[in-house]
Structures are given as structure tokens and as C-alpha cells.
């Protein structure tokens, strides 16, 4: 059984910074990818950021050049360096991990962290 333990949200003003991070209880090394999603009240789950394994990231077109998606080995941990927050970022963020069976994925997903961005 995989668990993922998001932290690291908070409430901050437009234009501020945080770091969401993501406590695997696994070797993040292992996972085929590694990612953040986030949903808003009354909106679908969105991803925001995705590593695969070899260390390519993916952004979306939402978020792209203000967040990075990163991982420590050392600490099993995966981050996500929020940038120029707008109160359009605001959402619950969920730490996402997925094995590679065959050919489908098997999700692994956090509690969710509460980011709220003030204008």
C-alpha cells in the first residue's frame, strides 16, 4: 500500500510563493510518474504538473512558468514551487503517484492541501 502525505498549503497574497510538498512512503524513484493535480469548488480535478520517470515534466498551460514540479530521492519527497500566485490557483492540490501494470496506470493519490490565494 502506497500512501502520499501532501503539506506545505496555506493562505497567501496574489503574487506570493509556496511550496506544496508530497511524503511518498515508497522510493519516489520507483513510481512511472509522479504528479499534482488541483481542484477548485465546483470544478473537475485538473493536473498541474507531471513528472515521468526519466525527469520530464509537463505543465499546464495555466501554471507554466510560474510552478515547478520536483523530486528528492533522499526524502522520497515530490514538491511543487508555486510562483506569482493568482487567486485563480486557489483550490485543494492532490499529491498524485501511478505504477505502470501492463499497460494501465494504478493511481496512488494524497489527502489534498488547501491553497488559498487572497487578491
Known amino acids: 500500500q502506497v500512501h502520499l502525505v501532501e503539506s506545505g498549503g496555506d493562505l497567501v497574497q496574489a503574487g506570493g510563493s509556496l511550496t506544496l510538498s508530497c511524503a511518498a512512503s515508497?522510493?519516489?524513484?520507483?513510481?512511472?510518474?509522479v504528479a499534482w493535480y488541483r481542484q477548485a469548488p465546483g470544478q473537475e480535478r485538473e493536473s498541474v504538473a507531471t513528472?515521468?520517470?526519466?525527469?520530464?515534466?509537463t505543465y499546464a498551460d495555466s501554471v507554466k512558468g510560474r510552478f515547478a514540479i520536483s523530486r528528492d530521492g533522499a526524502k522520497n519527497t515530490v514538491y511543487l514551487r508555486m510562483n506569482s500566485l493568482k487567486p485563480e490557483d486557489t483550490a485543494v492540490y492532490y499529491c498524485?503517484?501511478?505504477?505502470?501494470?501492463?499497460?494501465?496506470?494504478?493511481?496512488?493519490w494524497g489527502q489534498g492541501t488547501q491553497v488559498t490565494v487572497s487578491s
Open positions: 515508497r522510493n519516489i524513484f520507483t513510481f512511472a510518474v
Open positions: 498524485n503517484a501511478r505504477d505502470l501494470r501492463n499497460t494501465n496506470y494504478v493511481h496512488y
Open positions: 513528472m515521468v520517470a526519466s525527469g520530464m515534466t
